[in-house]
């Protein structure tokens, strides 16, 4: 299924709040069912907004103030792209899977991973390059915990199609 590129930014703040307190914030079912939403074959024509937050809303309550966010439904009416690139759902996949296999390790491998890919969602949309700048973002993480991260993923790569063109006129 296809995400709105405002559900990149959702995704981006979940790793950043693994980053902050991978212990306390139990992720792994969620970050499951994210991913095999993102496997599912696209089988409509519509695409729903607010998608990762909905996923999210089953697996925290309002009473979790880092988690209130998921209950504001966003309605956006500027710049708003349904992302189609295989390559980016590809580089997702693996990521939320380094994120799963991390956090059922231990809480250090956890916030190392998350520190890693925190702007992995962000880069795809507002990079020129977004395959140099994830990789500068992810050497360290390829050092010390897994050469071969991102490897394949980041080869299927091209320009980035949803990129905004700098210039107005």
């Known amino acids: 299924m296809y995400l709105l590129n405002y559900d990149f930014c959702d995704l981006h703040y979940i790793f950043v709040l693994i980053r902050s307190d991978p212990e306390t914030i139990s ?4 970050l499951e069912e994210i991913a095999a939403y993102i496997a599912r074959p696209d089988d409509t024509n519509g695409i729903a907004e607010n998608t990762v937050r909905r996923l999210l809303q089953k697996h925290y309550g309002r009473n ?3 988690f209130q966010w998921v209950y504001v439904e966003n309605y956006y009416t500027a710049y708003t792209a349904v992302v189609k690139e295989q390559a980016y759902y590809a580089i997702l996949s693996a990521v939320l899977s380094e994120l799963f296999a991390a956090l059922r390790e231990n809480a250090e491998r956890a ?3 998350a520190d890693a890919v925190h702007n992995i969602p962000l880069l795809l949309f507002d990079s020129k390059n977004p395959r140099k700048a994830i990789e500068r973002g992810i050497r360290e993480y390829r050092e010390t ?7 394949k993923e980041l080869s299927l790569l091209k320009r ?3 990129r905004r063109n700098d210039k107005i006129f």
Do not use: I, S, W
């Not at 992720?27 to 969620?30: E, F, G, I, N, T």
């Not at 915990?145 to 490897?151: E, G, I, K, N, V």
């Open 111 to 113: 916030r190392l991973a």
């Open 160 to 162: 980035n199609p949803y």
């Open 145 to 151: 915990c897994h050469r071969d991260f991102l490897q």
């Open 27 to 30: 992720m792994a079912a969620a």
């Open 64 to 66: 979790d103030k880092r």
